[in-house]
């Protein structure tokens, strides 16, 4: 769109980014052909002394932030974090005065101090200087460590406008810290302007509500076949409706088949005669599908996984094979995921158990809060088996029908500009506004410039040695593993070759 309006983009992939493992079908190299001020390229990572200690300090800032009430039933969150900072940090904030909340804040904002003081990587600023942009868009920002921060530090000292385009619904409370001042930061909705500004200090007038672009296409998405025979190719039951579970990602669910078994159970077992035929389409999560590669649903009437590997919906054949997979079931199931949203987007009532294993990534973050209450609440909790089984016996009988919820949940957390206006020229419009305002300067601080980078040198020289050695052991722990692993397969040939001399079958 920004391309069609006259601007020219570049989107440029840091060195070490694994784009191509979720988008196989290179789109980027699509619009390259499709459009002549579309370009694409590579961008190098900070990966100096000063490069490895930013990304500590930025890790460490990151951390603190789950130390603070929000996040008090956050464990796993918390640990997810903690395993990118020092010993001597975990140490410092379990116990003594910055153990405090006091003292946590007055540790954060001398990290940050510490962050600031970062000089500009040469080779980053002269990547900028040759592109010249008048915008500086970044997305995700958020990993850890953030190593896009340091884009941001060389436009700003530029005096070049940055934008942070918010990719998720998660990413502002489940990921790390916005590092940096930006001219714009955009989001889906007012639940998100509420935690850029609260939780990471964006001024109110920097954020715009552009709703979820992303988004947009399902919007007006048609089934590209029939209820019965998407159920043929799929290995389902045409007659009966069947419940669609889209499973989560592996930080939410690392063990999800267990679960996945005990609830096709429960529904096989329950006091409903719906739910002893209704068909199970159980749809694996792109990012989590290994566990399901060995999964026997052999024992499991009308269900089936599929599809097995998984699959991301970014081409126009995988797109209608998920939106049929949403649109053709009686109703969606799932723990925590973004797949609720486009079921909401579709149409389809929706229903989640807090199960006691996932009790860390439901009501442990503040994501999933948002399923149950924004416009009013998306998803149709239980809290036990019993009360899940009544509502999808409910489901079972009623109308296939848009669920009111969904459209009270799309219009609050989706589309909050209205349910019939996309999203895409409301974030076009909002980057070309960004271009308007004048650049706010981030260059460091006389104190910071003159005082506090000769103090950092040699802590920098210190965190490039300890990263070094860090990569050395890790790799030399990949090497072990390997080696066993081969060992294993070698005495696994060997048993195998031994079973069968001892049947008499042939070597």
């Known amino acids: 769109m920004l391309c069609e309006r006259g601007h020219r983009v570049h989107v440029a992939f840091l060195n070490d980014d694994r784009h191509w493992l979720v988008d196989t079908t290179n789109i980027a190299q699509q619009l390259c052909g499709e459009y002549p001020l579309f370009s694409r390229g590579t961008a190098p990572v900070r990966d100096d002394a000063w490069g490895v200690l930013g990304r500590e300090l930025r890790s460490t800032l990151d951390y603190l932030r789950y130390l603070t009430p929000l996040y008090r039933n956050a464990p796993k969150l918390r640990a997810r974090a903690a395993k990118d900072v020092s010993p001597a940090v975990l140490q410092m ?80 409370t489940n990921k790390g810290l916005i590092h940096g001042r930006f001219d714009l930061v955009t989001v889906w909705n007012d639940h998100m302007k509420k935690e850029a500004v609260e939780l990471h200090g964006i001024r109110a007038d920097r954020v715009a509500v552009t709703g979820a672009q992303q988004f ?109 997979s949403i649109y053709h079931s009686a109703a969606v199931v799932g723990i925590n995921t973004t797949a609720e949203i486009e079921s909401a987007i579709v149409g389809r009532h929706v229903y989640t158990l807090l199960a006691a294993e996932f009790h860390e990534t439901q009501v442990g973050t503040v994501h999933f809060h948002y399923l149950r209450e924004a416009g009013g609440g998306l998803v149709h909790v239980a809290r036990n088996f019993r009360e899940h089984l009544l509502q999808l016996d409910a489901a079972l009988h009623a109308s296939v029908e848009d669920d009111p919820r969904c459209r009270r949940f799309v219009e609050a957390f989706i589309r909050p500009q209205g349910i019939a206006a996309p999203s895409t020229p409301r974030l076009a419009d909002a980057i070309e ?66 079973g069968r001399a001892e049947a008499g079958e042939p070597a």
């Not at 939410?252 to 429960?266: G, K, L, N, S």
Request: hydrophobic share 40%; charged share 30%.
């Open 93 to 172: 904030t379990q116990r003594g005065p910055f153990a405090s909340r006091a003292g946590l804040a007055v540790l954060a904002a001398w990290y940050r101090l510490l962050e600031r003081s970062i000089p500009v990587s040469d080779e980053i600023d002269a990547f900028v200087a040759e592109h010249e942009p008048d915008l500086l868009l970044l997305s995700p920002l958020i990993e850890p460590g953030s190593p896009q921060r340091e884009y941001v530090r060389a436009a700003r000292a530029r005096r070049i406008r940055t934008v942070l385009c918010v990719g998720s619904w998660d990413n502002l």
């Open 433 to 498: 506004t960004a271009a308007t305002r004048p650049a706010i300067d981030g260059r460091p601080s006389w104190l910071a410039a003159r005082m506090l980078q000769p103090l950092l040198r040699r802590r920098a020289a210190r965190a490039e040695r300890d990263a070094a050695l860090k990569l050395a052991a890790k790799a030399a722990e990949r090497k072990v593993k390997s080696e066993l692993a081969k060992q294993q397969k070698k005495r696994q040939k060997k048993e195998r070759k031994r």
């Open 216 to 324: 947009d296409h399902w919007f007006t998405w048609q089934p590209s076949t029939s209820r019965e025979a998407f159920c043929e190719r799929v290995g389902l039951d045409a007659t009966e409706p069947y419940l669609l579970y889209l499973c989560s990602s592996k930080f939410v669910a690392p063990d999800e088949t267990r679960f996945v078994r005990q609830w096709i159970r429960e529904l096989r077992e329950s006091s409903s005669s719906r739910l002893h035929s209704v068909g199970v389409l159980v749809r694996p999560h792109p990012q989590n599908e290994e566990q399901w590669s060995q999964f026997d649903a052999s024992d499991l009437a009308n269900c089936a996984i599929y599809p097995r590997a998984g699959a991301i919906p970014i081409d126009t054949a995988s797109k209608a094979d998920y939106f049929d």
